[in-house]
């Protein structure tokens, strides 16, 4: 079984619409993040969780809102769906550092692709 | 602000030679990380290789390997022996600390296509 789950992997939806993607993870790591995959832009932060009552913004979390629900699941909502939010959206987990220059390396999930028509 | 450049948008590659792919990144921090990620056309990104700014030998992973040139603040990714199953697009990242916390800036991307 993969460690990092999303649900669902594809999701047509209309403008206005509120739709909830989620992310599990099985890897028992702390650090949760929400990305958003754009062609010619790579991947860009939209939300990340360090725990539970941690939440933080990322570079691109205006429409956006989520929500940590247990250490395992963090959720990303779009309250109001718009045309450009269509992408792919990725869930991304990462331990905590250890000693200094550890790499914390952050596994992804397979992606979700959303299209607001 | 940190940056991330890639300045090859596509490469190509004959099967089983190796390919060089370019990253050069812009940060004034002292420690810092840098990583490729892979992403195959079924969309999942995959981690290949990290280097640490302290790291004084080049990372290797497999065929993978990071030519790491600090003073020229590049992080190239060499693919030794490539294969079919390497056509894909690559990443490069850099570990950003911002506030306290850590996070990764990524490029926009290399695709790689390798060719029989």
């Known amino acids: 079984d993969a460690d990092v789950t999303q649900t669902p992997r594809n999701r047509i939806t209309k403008t206005g619409k509120r739709i909830m993607l989620e992310c599990s993870q099985t890897?028992?790591?702390?650090?949760m993040y929400w990305y958003r995959q754009d062609p010619g832009l790579g991947l860009r932060l939209i939300y990340y969780?360090?725990?539970?009552?941690?939440?933080n913004k990322g570079e691109i979390s205006d429409g956006y809102s989520v929500s940590r629900q247990a250490q395992a699941k963090f959720s990303l909502s779009l309250e109001s769906a718009i045309p450009n939010q269509t992408a792919l959206y990725f869930c991304?987990?990462?331990?905590?550092?250890?000693?200094?220059?550890?790499?914390?390396?952050?596994?992804f999930g397979p992606g979700t692709r959303l299209t607001v028509l | 602000a940190q940056k991330i450049t890639q300045t090859q948008p596509g490469m190509f590659v004959q099967e089983k030679e190796a390919v060089t792919l370019d990253c050069t990144y812009d940060?004034?921090?002292?420690?810092?990380?840098l990583f490729w990620y892979k992403q195959p056309s079924s969309g999942e990104m995959i981690f290949l290789i990290y280097?640490?700014?302290?790291?004084?030998q080049n990372a290797t992973e497999g065929r993978y390997s990071l030519n790491f040139q600090k003073a020229r603040k590049s992080a190239n990714l060499v693919i030794s022996a490539s294969q079919l199953g390497d056509s894909a697009m690559y990443f490069c990242?850099?570990?950003?600390?911002?506030?306290?916390?850590?996070?990764?800036?990524f490029g926009a991307g290399t695709r790689l296509a390798v060719h029989p």
């Open positions: 890897k028992g790591h702390d650090r």
């Open positions: 991304a987990t990462s331990d905590l550092p250890g000693l200094a220059f550890e790499t914390d390396t952050q596994y």
């Open positions: 969780s360090f725990d539970v009552k941690d939440i």
């Open positions: 990242a850099m570990r950003e600390v911002s506030g306290g916390y850590n996070k990764l800036i």
């Open positions: 940060t004034s921090d002292q420690s810092y990380g």
């Open positions: 280097q640490g700014s302290y790291d004084e």
